[in-house]
Nanobody, 125 residues
């Protein structure tokens, strides 16, 4: 079992940057592929980015490529989402998720086994 705790959200202005962290419990973090999803007000949850268990592979939502970067530190059981040039439409609750997988990435939330509680990101114009 993996427990995930997100942090790093907050209120920022358009154009600012934020880095979200996802701290995972347990000793097997390196066996899990990680993903970030978000849910804006009145919207469905959507895929943001994913990274393979080793960190060798990453996948991004097309609209976010170039502004968001996913990474992980397996030694410290933490995944990150660096968000640059934030826009008001990036306002959402951001969730990290983990899936048991030795390789590859997934953009489908159905593939993920564990979820964090979410962290709010609000971008003002």
């Amino acid at each position: 079992q993996v427990q995930l705790v997100e942090s790093g959200g907050g209120l920022v202005q358009a154009g600012d940057s934020l880095r979200l962290s996802c701290a995972a419990s347990g000793r097997t973090f390196s066996r899990y592929g990680m993903g970030w999803f978000r849910q804006g007000p009145g919207k469905e949850r959507e895929f943001v980015a994913a990274i393979s268990s080793s960190g060798a592979s990453t996948t991004y939502a097309d609209a976010l490529k170039g502004r968001f970067t996913i990474s992980r530190d397996n030694a410290n059981n933490t995944a990150y989402l660096q968000m640059n040039s934030l826009l008001p439409e990036d306002t959402a609750v951001y969730y990290c998720a983990a899936r048991q997988s030795w390789a590859g990435t997934s953009s489908s939330d159905r593939q993920y086994d564990y979820w964090g509680q979410g962290t709010q990101v609000t971008v003002s114009s």
